[in-house]
């Protein structure tokens, strides 16, 4: 806790960013993004459930619970539509229940249109779309019993725009948005929240090959009005906002934090 959340008196706006108690899922916290959510949520004070695709999200755990903080960790490959049950029971078994789900695992492929193997097109809509239909739908139902929850799926700036040889990604993360305001309409009566992340081009793993490329990078730099790449901690904190009760009255909403590419 840092030392102005200590100080804060009990009415204090930062209060309601706290989320001391509650229990998330962040799917895809191994790596990248995730991790930065996963860490954010448990110094929010969440405990968290760590899920990685093939080898589970240990690292990102071990640096939570060294902090103090609470978390597990699990593997699910969420290409295979078995996987999210198995993946949902773990983390209730571990963390009594889940309040808080991100749906942030991902997964991109590049073929030209023409080309594109339709085993390529169903793994990329499995992992990216149906995937996080299914986590929200076996975690919210527990949350519309309980009447509270928070749901937040990671879409991307191909939510909006359509990208060059990656019709499935862009089908899948445009799919998340508009998933995101179907379920948040029928869920903001029962007191679940459901909301979007669209991240621009942030500085992870993921990314390096474009950061590395002088030209692209250059030109990527060129059309971001904030003229840097996002950091993680950038969309942890979105994160934060929206898990937290501060963002109560907000749900169905795709947040950008794009550094105002999407603005141009
Ligand atoms: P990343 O590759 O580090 O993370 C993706 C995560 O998804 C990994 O931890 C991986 O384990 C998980 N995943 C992939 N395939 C999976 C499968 N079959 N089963 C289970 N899990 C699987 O990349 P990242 O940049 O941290 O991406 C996180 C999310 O953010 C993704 O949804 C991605 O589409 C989205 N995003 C990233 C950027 C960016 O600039 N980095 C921009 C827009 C959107």
């Not at 290409?79 to 049950?85: E, M």
């Not at 949350?143 to 040889?165: C, D, P, T, W, Y």
């Not at 948040?184 to 909301?195: D, H, T």
Request: glycine letters at 10%.
């Amino acid at each position: 806790m840092s030392d102005a959340t200590a100080s804060a008196p009990a009415h204090s706006i930062l209060q309601k960013f706290q989320l001391t108690g509650k229990k998330a899922l962040v799917t895809g916290s191994a790596t990248g993004l995730g991790a930065a959510i996963a860490i954010a949520l448990a110094e929010a004070g969440a405990a968290v459930a760590c899920h990685g695709n093939r080898r589970a999200a240990k690292e990102t755990a071990d640096t939570i619970n060294s902090a103090g903080g609470q978390a597990f960790a699990f593997s699910a490959d969420l290409s295979h539509t078995a996987s999210a049950q198995v993946l949902v029971d773990h983390a209730v078994e571990a963390l009594g229940q889940i309040d808080i789900l991100v749906n942030n695992a991902g997964m991109i492929t590049r073929h030209e249109a023409v080309e594109f193997p339709l085993d390529d097109w169903a793994t990329v809509l499995q992992v990216n779309l149906t995937s996080v239909f299914q986590l929200s739908q076996l975690a919210g139902k527990a949350m519309i019993e309980r009447g509270v929850g928070k749901i937040i799926n990671i879409a991307s700036l191909l939510s909006f725009q359509g990208g060059i040889r990656v019709p499935a990604y862009a089908a899948s993360k445009g799919g998340v948005a508009q998933l995101t305001k179907a379920l948040a309409n029928e869920w903001a009566p029962r007191g679940v929240q459901v909301n979007a992340i669209a991240p621009g081009y942030m500085r992870t793993e993921n990314t390096s090959a474009l950061q590395a490329d002088e030209t692209r990078n250059r030109q990527i730099l060129e059309r971001i009005p904030t003229g840097r790449w996002g950091e993680p901690e950038d969309l942890a904190a979105a994160a934060v906002f929206l898990a937290s009760p501060a963002s109560n009255y907000i749900t169905g909403a795709v947040l950008n934090v794009d550094g105002g590419w999407l603005a141009r």
